[in-house]
């Protein structure tokens, strides 16, 4: 059995090479996406360096899990095979190691947090798993994982201590160097439980010495972060938007990876994350989750650092919720002044709403919504009020809209939250 909760295995401990990843590569060959390596104009302009995306939110279940769950499982002995694997993950491991167990025909368990996005529960039963939902966290997952797994004498296939799977992981980074047009500078990593990061950091130090490996966690899990930084940084909360690195505790063969190796852990806030997932939707037309958001949020918070190199981004994966995907959008939109609520109090007359409409169109802004209330005990019997948002194409033309409304006689305020 793989490592799990508290287990310790020769595979789990083995510290992984550069020629561990070379031969990972071999092995994936032909069964993952060689993703591209995108220079990007836009947010190379908007960030001062030369920006790179390595797209591995295009790998057929949305992430770079695919890689090393099929550089894992092609390892397994027919033994293991035939009694079949167990995996637990947040989600995206989920679907990788259900879409390759699916394709080599070996049968496969995934246990999941109860607090998983539906998207991804749904996606990861898609491809034939028995999915079981466990507990709140990944810690209570793995502890169920690891019953089930003795029970049914399953192999474990962990999501980022086993090393099969670094190695797996690791390709990514040897892509990155072999597609680069030049020498890159730095490569920004998301960190979890750091399979990720471990694996790119061993096949780009080994290849391009002088290039840079940073990763970055978000402030609601700074694991790595703290262990470099003598424990100067706190957890922020347990919500986050990016589940995808919502790990407590970096892995035990990840950190001993890249504790002496690693150039820098950083973290940044939900908040920038989620400005990164609509800018890539915005000027990329990438749909892209918040794990794999968060190379860009770093890249942004830091552009002085980064300013004139050539910097590669690893878009981890893309398996963002539909639903979660309009709130950003709405909430940037907000954030960013783009989108404004008003309350505007008028007369209970016909005509009314359809001057206070003109008015606001006359500034050049959209009216996305209007609430018409008469019942507030706060305002005459014979007034209403309107709530209106309303988008404008400049943050300041908002002001003008209240001029505007104030000559005409309303009395018009914006909502502090807008």
């Known amino acids: 059995m793989r490592h799990c909760a508290g287990a310790e295995t020769p595979n789990a401990m083995k510290l992984v090479s550069a020629a561990d990843v070379a031969t990972a590569a071999a092995n994936i060959a032909g069964r993952i996406r060689h993703t591209e390596l995108a220079e990007s104009p836009a947010l190379s302009d908007l960030s001062g360096a030369r920006v790179f995306l390595k797209l591995e939110n295009r790998q057929l279940t949305g992430s770079f899990k695919d890689r090393g769950a099929y550089n894992a499982l092609l390892s397994l002995a027919p033994k293991g095979r035939s009694n079949g694997v167990i995996a637990m993950s947040a989600g995206n491991h989920a679907q990788a190691v259900a879409a390759v167990a699916k394709t080599l025909g070996i049968p496969a368990t995934i246990v999941m947090p109860a607090t998983t996005p539906f998207l991804k529960v749904r996606r990861t039963r898609s491809y034939g798993a028995d999915v079981v939902l466990h507990g709140d966290t990944l810690a209570e997952a793995a502890e169920r994982a690891g019953t089930i797994a003795a029970e049914k004498s399953l192999t474990f296939v962990h999501p980022y201590d086993d090393a099969a799977v670094i190695a797996g992981q690791g390709t990514v980074g040897l892509e990155i160097v072999e597609q680069a047009p030049g020498p890159i500078d730095a490569v920004i990593v998301p960190v979890g439980g750091g399979g990720l990061l471990s694996g790119v950091l061993t096949a780009v130090k080994a290849r391009s010495p002088a290039t840079q490996v940073i990763g970055v966690e978000t402030e609601a899990y700074p694991s790595l972060a703290r262990i470099l930084h003598g424990g100067t940084f706190s957890q922020s909360s347990q919500n986050t938007i990016a589940e995808g690195i919502a790990v407590k505790s ?48 770093l890249l942004l ?102 001029r505007r409304l104030s000559a005409a006689g309303f009395l018009a305020t914006l909502s502090p939250e807008a």
């Open 301 to 402: 918070a830091h552009r002085e650092r980064f300013r004139g190199k050539n910097v590669a981004l690893i878009v981890s994966g893309g398996n963002i919720d539909t639903g979660l995907l309009a709130s950003v959008i709405a909430r940037v939109r907000v954030g960013e002044h783009r989108v404004h609520r008003m309350r505007v109090e008028i007369s209970d007359q016909p005509g009314v709403l359809a001057r206070v409409a003109a008015i606001v169109g006359s500034v050049g802004a959209n009216i996305l919504d209007v609430e018409h209330q008469r019942q507030s005990s706060a305002i005459s019997a014979k007034s209403a009020y309107l709530a209106i948002a309303f988008e404008t194409p400049r943050p300041q033309d908002a002001d003008e809209v209240l």
């Open 250 to 297: 970096i892995g035990d063969l990840p950190l001993k990876i890249v504790r002496d190796k690693l150039d820098d852990a950083l973290t940044v806030p939900d908040v920038e994350i989620e400005r990164a997932i609509h800018l890539y939707l915005e000027n990329e037309k990438l749909v892209v989750e918040g794990a794999g958001a968060a190379s860009l949020a």
